[in-house]
């Protein structure tokens, strides 16, 4: 069987065969709603080999054919793996060419045994990321025109994959920062409680993601966990990075995850932005001393930012992993009264927001990394179940979460209410890829795009 999806993408023909010649290309385009794991990237488009994980322990290896490689027009990868290979066939043809002015026509044949229907989402999805990143990284070299070095700490994280990858895709360089022995020139040895002098020589800038996860019950030893992952760590690569910058080139921003907990778990109807008040409660106290512990960077006159992340939407990972299946079967509702609200950011407009912090030297201190329209969570359950094509009618009672996650748990996180606007974003006019609940879980699941309102901040242009 054959199957086409063709697409006008506005950026030149080179820069668009490039992009998928630079690590990272295949992450960027892998849809977040199938159980599919990038184990390889092929070394080349030529003749590398690119291998991804399936369920059941296999494995799919898509093997490029040398003898039909003609850039910037053509690339050609046939699936090699015993055992799918003797079941399923796929030869897979990306052709580019010329569009109008500086666009480009991709288009992607594929030969293969494989249902039109879950293809046609799939390539859909594809060429809507690849058209989405390669408008952010034009948005950003009118910023920042130069390729950065960039260290990353928790780069094999939910997060920091998919960031590693669209900073890859985007011509920096990427140093990963790893508490293992390194495996590749781009990782560096990293300890923690006792980082190497040496760890950021050569590095423009600093993106520090690294901490232990917040779900689960807070008992006392999770909630040392929690601390523990996060202030000392910080500290340290503070100092590290201002010890760095007195007399050397190269480091000119220290960017840390933070997140909105440091608003408290319920602020009424209290509209949330970054010169508000923090709030009470352990996570706003841990937050505090997290952001707190950047101070030593600051106080070295490095720009130093902190990524005040809201609750980000990705099926691989957080909130939308554990609610899917069940809003999938049927059984989702709202939250007690669903009154909450929702203060929430797709996963690919997190990344374009920590792209922005290491190029933008009009970004510093706390940024809410929030969609521009957080939701109630009654209108987030109806939605994504709009989207999934399924009821939401069973409620989950207010004592749900409590039996889970405990009282403080369950009152930090899943009952939290909190209305924050991203305010230094939308003051410098950035873009925001999916800023409606709706657009972002249907790319998220690959389901068809509704008539929704442009695409922009309510500052500004694109």
């Known amino acids: 069987m054959g199957f086409t999806y063709s697409s006008v993408v506005h950026a030149e023909l080179d820069e668009v065969f490039a992009w998928h010649a630079r690590p990272g290309a295949i992450t960027r385009l892998s849809p977040p709603w199938q159980p599919v794991r990038v184990l390889a990237e092929a070394s080349s488009l030529r003749d590398g080999q690119a291998v991804l994980g399936l369920p059941g322990g296999l494995r799919w290896v898509a093997t490029h054919q040398p003898d039909l490689y003609d850039p910037p027009n053509v690339f050609v990868d046939v699936l090699e793996s015993f055992p799918l290979s003797a079941v399923l066939s796929w030869r897979h043809t990306h052709r580019f060419a010329p ?23 799939m390539f859909a999805y594809r060429h809507r990321q690849l058209a989405d990143d390669l408008a952010a990284q034009a948005r950003a070299r009118v910023i920042h025109p130069e390729p950065l070095t960039v260290a990353v700490t928790g780069s094999s994280g939910l997060i920091g994959t998919a960031l590693t990858a669209l900073l890859t895709t985007s011509g920096h ?20 409680d006792d980082p190497a002098l040496d760890l950021l020589t050569g590095v423009d800038a600093v993106i520090h993601l690294a901490g232990a996860s917040i779900g689960g019950r807070f008992t006392p030893g999770r909630k040392r966990e929690i601390r523990d992952s996060r202030i000392g760590s910080t500290r340290r690569l503070a100092e590290l990075a201002a010890a760095t910058v007195p007399g050397g080139p190269g480091l000119r921003a220290f960017v840390s995850a933070s997140a909105i907990g440091i608003y408290g778990p319920d602020r009424g109807e209290e509209i949330l932005t970054e ?119 069973l409620p989950v009672p207010a004592f749900g979460p409590r039996l889970l996650l405990g009282e403080e748990g369950a009152r930090e996180i899943a009952q939290a209410s909190q209305y924050v606007r991203p305010d230094q974003l939308l003051r410098q006019g950035h873009y925001f890829r999916q800023p409606h609940l709706e657009q972002a879980l249907r790319h998220l699941f690959g389901r068809e795009q509704t008539a929704l309102p442009p695409i922009r901040s309510a500052y500004g242009p694109e």
């Not at 026509?105 to 989402?121: I, K, M, Y």
């Open 99 to 121: 569009a109008g002015e500086r666009g480009t026509l991709v288009t992607d044949e594929v030969e293969t045994s494989f249902p039109e229907r879950a293809l046609r989402s």
């Open 173 to 192: 360089r990427v140093i990963r920062l790893v508490r293992r022995r390194p495996t590749d020139p781009a990782e560096r040895y990293w300890q923690p």
């Open 275 to 393: 010169t508000s008040a923090r709030g009470e409660g352990f996570l706003a106290d841990v937050v505090a001393d997290w952001e707190d512990a950047t101070t030593p960077a600051a106080a070295a006159g490095l720009r130093t930012v902190q990524v005040r992340t809201g609750i980000v939407q990705t099926p691989r990972g957080g909130m939308l992993r554990l609610l899917s299946p069940l809003f999938a079967a049927g059984l989702g509702g709202r939250l007690g009264t669903g009154k909450q609200w929702l203060a929430w950011v797709g996963l690919d407009d997190l990344l374009d927001i920590y792209l922005r912090t290491i190029i933008d030297s009009g970004l510093s201190g706390p940024v809410n990394a929030v969609a521009p329209e957080p939701v109630r969570n009654i209108d987030y359950t109806r939605t994504l179940a709009s989207v999934l094509h399924r009821p939401a009618l």
